[in-house]
């Protein structure tokens, strides 16, 4: 007989999965409390590397089922969700998404819904890169500056430079500027770049 498991996962400790399980619960889940996993952790690490998630998968057994409330849950990068997906499949796991329905994503439906889903992602994050891309590039050509600013000004570069070139050693330029050496020893790159 399978038994039937649930994974909670919200990003940070002042939040709560109480929605999660009651999301469940409403779904039409009776999940024994021993077998709902909770966790506090970023979407943004691997499934397989968050030790909540590590500890479900090795108590499930083939036949068993997994139900999420939605994918992200399992993942923000669609690759990983897959990966993981696909990991639970090949070990008889099978996983419900409260939020496509309900739909078994390691069964054929799943697993096309999974393909159209990760295309979509890929689709929105490249996107988002030429957006951000546009972007910079516009800024550049305004001529915004990127980055923290410098320590210290441009005459004040030119003076490191002057002295570094009379033989002053870093540190006591860092000293003089009160400023670190490792700033010095930037300016004397760029200088020396120039």
Same mark, same amino acid.
């Given at each position: ?17 109480? =929605? ?56 923000? =990068? ?12 090949? =070990? ?17 439906? +799943? ?14 994050? /490249? ?5 951000? =891309? ?6 550049? #050509?305004?001529?915004?500056?990127? +980055? ?22 870093? #540190?006591?330029?860092?000293? /003089? ?18």
């Amino acid at each position: 007989m399978s038994r039937v498991f649930a994974y909670c996962r919200v990003s940070t400790s002042d939040q709560t999965t109480d =929605n999660q399980r009651l999301e469940i619960e409403r779904a039409g889940f009776a999940i024994d409390g021993r077998r709902i996993v909770t966790e506090s952790i970023s979407g943004s690490i691997a499934a397989s590397e968050r030790p909540g998630f590590s500890r479900l998968v090795d108590r499930m057994e083939s036949g068993d089922v997994l139900v999420v409330t939605k994918l992200d849950r399992l993942g923000r =990068n669609a690759m990983d969700v897959r990966s993981t997906v696909e990991k639970l499949a090949e =070990n008889g796991i099978k996983v419900h998404c409260l939020a496509l329905g309900g739909v078994d994503l390691t069964s054929a439906a +799943g697993r096309m819904t999974m393909q159209v889903l990760s295309a979509v992602a890929e689709f929105e994050r /490249d996107l988002l890169i030429e957006r951000t =891309n546009a972007g910079l590039q516009r800024a550049k #050509a305004e001529g915004k500056q990127f +980055g923290r600013p410098s320590a210290l000004s441009h005459e004040e570069q030119q003076e490191v430079l002057s002295k570094l070139a009379q033989g002053v050693p870093v #540190a006591a330029l860092a000293r /003089d500027y009160q400023t670190t050496r490792q700033t010095i020893m930037r300016v004397r790159a760029k200088g020396e770049a120039a």
